[in-house]
């Protein structure tokens, strides 16, 4: 598709569950982004994919939150046992891989744990 | 540390005013950008900046990037309702230019 696709667009799920978020990038970007965003707040970087060199996974706030990225294209972010404070937008961008030629998003998911 | 401050957080304005809003670092960022984040959606690009002093327009946008490529302004003439939203500026690190670094954002709001 011509943007960045993410599905599914919306997610409730009960806390302890786990959940996967996708996320489908420009044909062509290789570099892809995750990143989360809290109710009224920026953007909190999460994990990096660029080519095929390893993930940069700085961002990732604990061992529950993992991601791949298959082919390098579609990519997946899984969060295991879903806590309330994971509750927020996770916004997923592509690019191609220089900062002067910016991020494209997708709408992002919105993760609700109850 | 936050490395992008942006001021103000929050804008409430007439529509027809003027306004800027300002993004202020002390690194110094081989390019720089803005985005617009309506709700509901992801942030959109709105200009890229890469040469210190230099200035862009888009319609009433003004955008401009510091001499020491420290900082930027974004000017905008005669809001409008439209305008309303999540400014974010983000930086490009000299030494790592695949990955850029966000704002917290200016919340504008133009009332009609």
């Known amino acids: 598709g011509a943007g960045v696709s993410q599905s599914p667009s919306n997610k409730v799920t009960e806390k302890g569950k786990d959940v996967e978020l996708r996320c489908d990038p420009i044909s062509g970007h290789t570099a892809l982004y995750w990143y989360r965003q809290s109710l009224g707040q920026g953007l909190e970087f999460l994990i990096y994919?660029?080519?095929?060199?390893?993930?940069?996974k700085s961002g990732l706030p604990s061992d529950r939150f993992s991601a791949e990225r298959t082919g390098g294209s579609v990519s997946t972010l899984t969060i295991q046992r879903t806590q309330q404070e994971d509750s927020a937008v996770y916004l997923c961008?592509?690019?191609?891989?220089?900062?002067?030629?910016?991020?494209?998003f997708g709408s992002g998911t919105r993760l609700t744990v109850v | 540390t936050q490395l992008l401050e942006q001021s103000p957080q929050f804008l409430s304005i007439q529509e027809g005013e003027n306004l800027t809003v300002y993004c202020n670092s002390s690194?110094?960022?081989?390019?720089l950008q803005w985005y617009r984040q309506e709700p509901g959606e992801g942030p959109v690009l709105l200009v890229t900046v890469v040469t210190g002093g230099e200035v862009k327009k888009l319609k009433r946008l003004t955008f401009q990037f510091g001499d020491a490529r420290k900082d930027s302004s974004l000017h905008i003439t005669a809001a409008q309702p439209g305008d309303t939203g999540l400014y974010l500026c983000?930086?490009?690190?000299?030494?790592?230019?695949?990955?850029?670094?966000f704002g917290k954002g200016t919340r504008l709001h133009i009332l009609p």
């Open positions: 690194s110094v960022f081989s390019s």
């Open positions: 961008a592509s690019s191609l891989g220089r900062a002067g030629y910016g991020y494209t």
């Open positions: 983000a930086g490009g690190f000299m030494n790592r230019d695949d990955k850029i670094i």
């Open positions: 994919f660029q080519g095929n060199s390893a993930p940069d």
